[in-house]
């Protein structure tokens, strides 16, 4: 019976692993943007249907990055570049409300299909649709639900939209959101940011990272 347990074991983790490189190469060649939506998806290519099975998201990302190393280091580094200079922009254009950048971009793994994450924060969440009417920013109303702790979601505004080919996305929150992060979907920890200030820095060192060879950007 021990050694039959230990078989299962085994063949689920190395299912989990296939799993979650067939997720990243899902993500990474479809555009898919969703953990659960690849993960699900590389199940049914692959006929695994045992649950237990299914890699974590945070196991799926580290496969994508590996992904992107491999197969596709040269356009991802250029896509994730084009994005990060445009947030650069978009942290400066929406400075009234204190945003931050989250996300893809900022945690490296953005490609053509990712958008700008941004994190804005308002009392009052009008205060946005405002801003985006007065400079004439047509965009798409949404809603998002976010786990801002361990017990608690809220549903927050969402705004989409592109420019010159670059997808945006700004999560309105309130600015006690400011003090400690929601969690992300990937480790379900507090989510990363940046401020303009430490993008200015992030692409500093990867433009020093470019010069001397030494990393591809993170």
Do not use: C
């Not at 649950?51 to 974590?56: M, S, V």
């Not at 799926?60 to 445009?86: G, H, M, N």
């Not at 992030?202 to 470019?210: F, M, N, R, S």
């Amino acid at each position: 019976m021990h050694r039959a347990r230990q078989r299962a074991e085994t063949r689920t983790r190395e299912w989990r692993h296939r799993l979650a490189h067939e997720a990243a190469r899902l993500m990474a060649e479809s555009g898919i943007r969703d953990y659960h939506q690849a993960k699900l998806k590389a199940a049914q290519r692959l006929g695994i249907d045992d649950e237990a099975a299914l890699p974590r998201n945070h196991e799926i990302e580290a496969a994508l990055r590996e992904y992107q190393r491999l197969f596709q280091a040269d356009d991802q580094a250029s896509a994730l570049r084009e994005r990060r200079e445009a947030a650069l922009k978009a942290l400066e254009f929406f400075a009234p409300f204190q945003p931050r950048l989250v996300g893809p971009v900022l945690e490296g793994t953005a490609d053509q299909n990712s958008p700008v994450q941004l994190q804005l924060f308002a009392d009052d969440p009008d205060a946005v649709t405002r801003y985006l009417d007065e400079h004439g920013i047509p965009a798409e109303g949404r809603t998002r639900r976010m786990r801002m702790d361990r017990e608690r979601s809220e549903v927050v505004p969402l705004w989409i939209f592109s420019v010159d080919g670059v997808g945006f996305d700004l999560t309105v929150l309130s600015p006690l959101a400011l003090r400690q992060a929601p969690l992300s979907g990937v480790d379900e920890r507090p989510m990363r940011r940046a401020s303009l200030a430490q993008l200015v820095q992030l692409l500093a060192e990867d433009e020093i990272a470019g010069y001397d060879g030494s990393a591809p950007p993170r």
